[in-house]
């Protein structure tokens, strides 16, 4: 069976600041791919950037990267020089190909402090 | 414009009632899935289906129920076998098959509450 966990109820950043959100997963499969989201007050989902598991570089989209380490099964988001935008719930998610199943993290509640 | 689209935005019902939720989309998308989700929690399986007139149960399929007789279509039905219906319901679709960054597309949500 697959999971994913975020051990990161809250977290309290800086503005401008970097921050790391944890995620690691679980699985016996080895083709899947590794998503993080984020739901803003408003309830939207917003993809914000993927990583397949036979990527050998990091993903990285604007202030997002992903940092991967297959080894270890974890796949954390780094958010750059953040912003009071960046205020918001942030989930990772895990879909192994082939049976589709796509199964998300309790998330991480991320507040920016200005 | 191609979406996903949830309707009800908000919806009652009373207990011991059934009561259906529906997603529909154009974006030609094979999978769509649907999830529920609690006031400050994670997004729990409830359903997917990968292709019309066939799904799978998610995590927490009991007193759930769906129905994929159309590509656009993916319909949840919230049964009174459901103990604790209220909830925020997200409905979602993506393309499958293929090793790539298939995001899944959401829509704007349903909020159930049981009066």
């Known amino acids: 069976a697959q999971k994913i966990t975020q051990t990161q109820p809250g977290m309290f950043v800086q503005e401008k600041e970097a921050v790391t959100l944890d995620c690691t997963y679980d699985t016996s499969d080895q083709s899947y791919g590794l998503f993080w989201y984020k739901q803003p007050s408003s309830g939207e989902m917003i993809f914000l950037i993927y990583?397949?598991?036979?990527?050998?570089q990091n993903a990285t989209e604007g202030r997002y990267s992903l940092n991967f380490q297959k080894a270890r099964k974890s796949a954390n988001l780094v958010i750059s020089a953040s912003q009071l935008g960046d205020s918001a719930m942030y989930f990772c998610?895990?879909?192994?190909?082939?049976?589709?199943?796509?199964?998300f993290g309790t998330g991480t509640r991320l507040t920016i402090i200005p | 414009d191609g979406g996903i689209t949830q309707s009800p935005k908000y919806l009652f019902r009373k207990e011991g009632q059934n009561v259906t939720l529906s997603c529909e989309q154009n974006l030609n998308h094979d999978a769509m899935y649907w999830y529920r989700q609690d006031p400050g929690q994670g997004l729990r399986l409830i359903y997917y289906?990968?292709?019309?007139?066939?799904?799978q149960k998610g995590d927490i399929a009991e007193g759930y129920s769906v129905s994929r007789e159309k590509k656009e279509s993916f319909p949840l039905t919230v049964t009174s076998a459901q103990k604790n219906p209220t909830a925020f319901y997200l409905c979602?679709?993506?393309?499958?098959?293929?090793?790539?960054?298939?995001?899944?597309?959401f829509g704007q949500g349903t909020r159930l509450t049981v009066v």
């Open positions: 990583q397949g598991s036979y990527d050998e």
């Open positions: 979602a679709s993506s393309i499958l098959g293929e090793y790539k960054s298939t995001e899944a597309f």
């Open positions: 289906s990968q292709i019309v007139n066939d799904f």
């Open positions: 998610a895990m879909r192994i190909f082939g049976n589709e199943k796509l199964t």
